[in-house]
């Protein structure tokens, strides 16, 4: 095995998660309670929404907006395969059926001009995902959404403060989902959030989360418990302090890896359109010469931690096959063979940046 000297990711905890954990302990709330009132607020503040809903992940936060939507039995909703399963997951426990619309190969994110021609009269929403840290073009998908009189659910579980167009990531749509998972731009162990500017949508999400209650033992939908623990939320509103100064070093480093390794043969570097404010979750290269696995079998040899997000387009799982879920999407299943993602997260030193890129340069001139 490998001695990894720059690992892939590294959550930050610092004194004040500690301490409003032990003061979430004392207080003997531990279960939903203030702590999570107080996180929804601030968080959905920071994002410029109205309603913040906590869950337990982010993926029962995706399915609890696709059911405040109404999306269910028999309908549709128009994703990309490139994600990691949840996405998909979330729309197939609703009871519908995800539909798969090819990649932009620059952003990786859905290409809104491959959506259009999916959309039939079972389509009920689009669920673009906000890949790697950065928006898809949601001009293009909310002009398409209104032509359709879709709702659009973001799935924003990796964009934390990303921005397009000076409107924050969690704004662009009818309803948007972030993951708290450890290694995601901010933390709190395991959680999500849904954002929305709708009052209404607001009310059903939280009735969803918490067994389909309207007001206690008030059930009026067939709900689930996806709530958030206060121990979690203390430890989210500490971190929400610290996620622009996160986000600002993730943005340094990847500015610096983009110098070094912008003329490096054999890989492409992330690219992010000018209106677009990336906050990279993954710095994520794609190999065009050699065997990508080969890269990260050198690369993993010299310390290098990598990590490859995401080798199998969603309709080529084995479960979708199973459940007759199809796709066809040629620049996903590249973009699948080829990328790899570097260490970009922000406990990353200048010496670990060197190393991660002189071990790409070692790795090119091997390769190439």
Avoid at 42 to 71: D, E, M, P, Q, R
Avoid at 167 to 174: R, S
Avoid at 276 to 301: A, M, S
Wanted: aromatic residues 8%; negative net charge; proline residues 4%.
């Amino acid at each position: 095995m490998a001695d990894i000297k720059v690992p892939i990711a590294k959550p930050i905890i610092g004194e004040e998660e500690i301490e409003n954990v032990v003061e979430v302990l004392k207080s003997g709330m531990i279960a939903q309670g203030p702590k999570v009132m107080e996180f929804e607020e601030k968080f959905a503040n920071w994002i410029g929404a109205k309603y913040g809903i906590a869950t337990n992940s982010g993926t029962s936060a995706l399915h609890v907006a696709l059911l405040a939507c109404g999306i269910g039995e028999g309908d549709e909703v128009i994703t990309t395969p490139f994600t990691f399963i949840a996405s998909g997951n979330a729309i197939v426990y609703t009871g519908a059926t995800p539909v798969f619309a090819d990649i932009d190969l620059d952003t990786y994110t859905i290409d809104p001009d491959k959506i259009e021609d999916l959309i039939t009269d079972k389509t009920k929403a689009i669920l673009p995902v906000q890949l790697y840290g950065q928006a898809a073009d949601m001009d293009k998908i909310r002009e398409i959404a209104e032509k359709h009189d879709l709702k659009i659910i973001e799935d924003a579980a990796q964009a934390h403060g990303a921005e397009y167009n000076g409107e924050k990531v969690g704004t662009l749509g009818d309803m948007a989902c972030f993951s708290f998972y450890p290694t995601k731009n901010m933390t709190t162990s395991e959680g999500g959030m849904i954002t929305t500017n709708d009052e209404e949508l607001a009310k059903k999400a939280q009735m969803f989360r918490a067994h389909g209650a309207s007001e206690r033992y008030h059930h009026d939908e067939i709900g689930y418990n996806f709530r958030m623990t206060d121990i979690a939320a203390a430890i989210g509103l500490a971190q929400l302090k610290v996620i622009d100064e996160f986000n600002d070093k993730r943005i340094s480093n990847a500015d610096y890896l983009n110098e070094q390794l912008k003329d490096i043969e054999g890989i492409v570097t992330p690219k992010s359109p000018d209106n677009y404010k990336h906050v990279y979750h993954q710095y994520t290269v794609r190999v065009e010469k050699g065997n990508r696995d080969d890269w990260v079998e050198f690369l993993t040899n010299k310390g290098i931690g990598t990590g490859i997000h995401y080798p199998i387009p969603l309709y080529n799982q084995p479960i979708y096959k199973k459940l007759g879920i199809e796709g066809d999407c040629p620049l996903a299943e590249k973009a699948a063979d080829n990328v790899i993602s570097l260490p970009v997260h922000p406990s990353l030193t200048k010496e670990d940046l060197d190393l991660v890129v002189d071990a790409v340069k070692e790795a090119s001139a091997k390769f190439c």
